[in-house]
């Protein structure tokens, strides 16, 4: 036997009741559903749809399905991370290295050529902070955009607007003055720390929006292509 057009809908409804919001989860949970019911009917085909699922569900434990989402959360900002991580190391590598250190080494000589370093620390500071910014506004507002568009909310979208929990490393970026003493004077170490932290924020907050977010966007279309993400 196999499940109906009508009885997959009704595994997206259960799924919904019990809490499963992000329709990318619910797919995954109603194929594991509907394959698990279709195994029982293969031993007994007498058995009733909603006995089966009712099999099928217990087999989550207690909590239901609150720890698949929750590991399906994890797990796909880790791949959000590494695709971040694997894409800034072409940034360290030959032909790209050369733009890299040409940037530290142009921030770190405006630093010790200046002799207030705040007017180049706080322009900085403020620019990768308002990039920041900016970045979660538009976020935010193309999650909400997408769920009117497709009537779902879709975890990938959560997980991308706050870029796998790196969103949340570059949001300290409004204490670096306070962490090296804006009004102090700086050693040269401290220029190059802040000159190497500086361009690194910008390259992994740069590959993250350009080339992660738009990467993931494409595999999501991939299962979904009746929605279109980009």
């Known amino acids: 036997m196999k499940i109906t057009e009508q009885q997959i ?7 919904a009741l019990h809490y499963v919001e992000f329709y990318d989860v619910q797919t995954e949970l109603v194929d594991h559903l509907a394959n698990g019911i279709e195994a029982q009917w293969k031993e007994n085909p007498k058995l009733k749809f909603e006995d089966a699922l009712r099999i099928e569900f217990k087999k989550f434990g207690v909590y239901g399905f609150s720890d698949v989402v929750e590991q399906k959360r994890a797990a796909l900002s880790k791949h959000y991370r590494k695709l971040v991580w694997k894409f800034t190391k072409t940034y360290f590598k030959f032909p790209k290295i050369i733009a890299t250190l040409f940037s530290i080494w142009l921030l770190f000589k405006s630093l010790t050529l200046i002799e207030n370093k705040n007017y180049i620390v706080v322009p900085v500071v403020i620019f990768l902070l ?72 910008f390259i992994v907050f ?24 980009i």
């Open 9 to 15: 809908q009704q595994l997206y409804t259960f799924t």
């Open 206 to 229: 740069y590959v993250a929006v350009n080339i992660v977010s738009p990467q993931l966007n494409k595999t999501v279309e991939k299962q979904f292509p009746e929605h279109k993400f």
């Open 130 to 201: 308002v990039f920041n910014f900016y970045y979660l506004f538009k976020a935010k507002r193309e999650t909400k955009l997408m769920k009117k568009k497709t009537g779902k909310n879709w975890l990938f979208l959560h997980v991308t607007s706050q870029m796998g929990g790196i969103i949340h490393i570059f949001n300290l970026g409004i204490y670096i003055p306070h962490f090296f003493g804006a009004n102090q004077s700086w050693s040269l170490t401290k220029y190059l720390v802040f000159s190497a932290g500086a361009v690194l924020y």
